[in-house]
């Protein structure tokens, strides 16, 4: 296993380089530039800023320069966030994206396990369908139209719940952003779970514990449950680095000092470094949790074997 997970590893490499090569170029033919505003600069004062973040030279040398910066572990200085490095600015929103985003994905992977199952062991019924129902209208609601109704019904008419701020990660300031994240991931994993658990519920196998006069909720959560995680667990990779990574919207919306916040601003204000950053980073986490999910296969499926 470690062999494969380090021939993944070795096999990811092109794909984050041609990562970062788009996003270089695609930032730099971007309308605008850090140091635009709307009051300019006088050119003396903007050709020196060029000058010192190295912008004056060809964009080819700009390109090689950054490549060079990254293979040493440099990520740059924020052009907007003075006196702060990129990596210092990742580092410090991280944790609180990761906690939002990982309760976010806890929620949904244990309430989409459990509705599915429920909706597979019920189906063509009322409950079937109400569950099927309710998933797809979480499907079709997107996180950053949700957010606001939330915060319109919890915060302003019921006055439950904070509409904004992190409050130091406290629970009442975690309840709706988490619930805004985790609402669409709830409702796919609901599907892929009952689907699943449908077609497991008439293999051969099932039948064969059943025959062996086991309990029905034995058989469904010992044998049943862990075969039909195999389509959740391929959902689970990019699942997660894109819960983590669509807090981008939701952070932006409450107000929560995350990544996503630091990325949406440094795009607005053309903070090629801290958007470069955060790319990358959110690049190699796909990359990492999109092999775990495969390594995980081996410990759901005894008959996957990796040579």
């Known amino acids: 296993m470690l062999r494969y997970a380090v021939k993944r590893m070795l096999g990811a490499l092109p794909t984050l380089f041609l ?32 000058k010192a973040y190295h912008l004056d030279e060809p964009l080819p040398q700009q390109y090689l320069r950054y490549v060079g910066n990254i293979l040493q572990g440099d990520f740059g200085p924020s052009f907007q966030y003075k006196d702060f490095s990129v990596t210092e600015l990742i580092w410090g929103g991280f944790p609180v994206s990761l906690r939002l985003g990982g309760l976010a994905i806890l929620f949904a992977f244990g309430i989409g396990v459990a509705l599915g199952t429920v909706a597979a062991l019920n ?74 658990m449908i077609e497991v519920l008439r293999s051969n196998f099932m039948r064969t514990a059943r025959a062996k006069g086991l309990p029905e909720r034995v058989t469904i959560l010992r044998h049943g449950l862990k075969a039909a995680m195999l389509p959740v667990v391929s959902y689970l990779g990019p699942a997660v680095a894109s819960i983590i990574t669509g807090s981008v919207i939701i952070e932006q919306i409450f107000g929560i ?21 955060v790319t990358i980073f959110y690049g190699v986490l796909i990359i990492l949790f999109n092999l775990l999910v495969d390594l995980l296969y081996g410990l759901l499926d005894p008959k996957v074997r990796y040579d």
């Open 19 to 50: 990562i970062i090569t788009i996003a270089f170029f695609m930032m730099r033919l971007a309308p605008g530039g850090p140091f635009d505003k709307e009051r300019n600069l006088p050119a003396q004062v903007e050709a020196n800023l060029n």
């Open 123 to 196: 189906q063509n019924s009322l409950t079937d369908y109400l569950v099927m129902g309710t998933a797809m209208t979480g499907i079709t609601i997107p996180n950053f139209v949700m957010a606001p109704l939330l915060t319109l019904v919890f915060g302003l008419y019921l006055s439950w719940l904070p509409v904004g701020g992190w409050g130091g990660g406290g629970i009442a300031h975690s309840v709706l952003p988490i619930v805004a994240l985790c609402l669409p991931q709830v409702a796919a994993i609901a599907r892929l779970t009952r689907g699943s």
């Open 257 to 277: 000092p995350g990544i996503g916040r630091y990325f949406v601003q440094a795009a607005l204000n053309r903070d090629y470094t801290l958007v470069m950053g």
